[in-house]
């Protein structure tokens, strides 16, 4: 049980358009979804945290309306990257807090690459 | 602000050799702190976790010990296998953000060999 699943897993596209990526909690409900970003080599970086119905609060330094996020139902998140850059290039991770548990479950990651 | 420091990798050991990953943190308060592994092409899965000074957690022969005097909330396993080869992240949920805002550490691979 508890998994979160992302989709896609990896996508390339080309500089100035825009990519969004799903983030699904596929046996529970979760009213709170995190968006993380990875650098190689480096630590996970809150980006975002998404609640349900409701506006994301975004972390200091990320732009909210490059990185838009929606929270429609109790089992989907999606993030999207708008006007990509080569500089966006990174690994995208989410994951989806448990109604009961209080735990945080995290998906497989996305790996953008914008050329 | 809230920062996790662990040791760099790769880390490579022989099966059954022990084991320990050092993380050490900074944070406000008394924080609650945890061990994610990430499995070759999977998401995080929560390790193990302690809440408080002393506590010690553990899962899978994996044990950590919150040590408040230290900071430090190392991970250690009396003996490794094969399947342990993977990525594990050192990690705190503080005060801030109410409890939810996990802060990481930039991850251990670790590598078991026969």
């Known amino acids: 049980g508890a998994v979160v699943s992302q989709h896609p897993s990896w996508v390339i596209c080309k500089s100035g358009t825009s990519v969004k990526i799903e983030c699904r909690s596929l046996?529970?409900?979760?009213?709170?979804m995190f968006w993380y970003r990875q650098f190689p080599k480096q630590s996970l970086m809150l980006m975002a945290t998404s609640n349900e119905g409701s506006k994301a609060t975004y972390e200091q330094g990320v732009e909210k309306d490059k990185f838009l996020i929606n929270h429609a139902s109790l089992t989907l998140s999606t993030l999207t990257v708008t006007s990509a850059h080569p500089e966006d290039s990174s690994f995208y991770i989410c994951s989806a807090r448990g109604l009961v548990s209080g735990e945080q479950y995290f998906g497989p990651g996305t790996r953008l690459t914008v050329t | 602000g809230d920062s996790v420091t662990q040791m760099e990798g790769p880390v490579t050991l022989s099966e059954e050799a022990f084991l320990t990953i050092n993380c050490t943190y900074t944070?406000?308060?008394?924080?609650?702190l945890f061990w994610y592994v990430q499995y070759p092409g999977e998401g995080l899965q929560l390790l193990l976790k302690a809440t408080k000074a002393d506590d010690k957690g553990s899962n899978k022969g994996f044990e950590a010990t919150y040590r408040k005097e230290t900071t430090s909330f190392h991970l250690e396993k009396g003996s490794v296998q094969v399947s342990d080869s993977a990525v594990y992240f050192c990690a705190l949920s503080g005060v801030t953000g109410g409890g939810n805002k996990l802060t990481f550490g930039t991850g251990t691979q670790l590598k078991v060999e026969l």
């Open positions: 046996d529970f409900q979760a009213t709170t």
């Open positions: 944070a406000t308060g008394y924080p609650s």
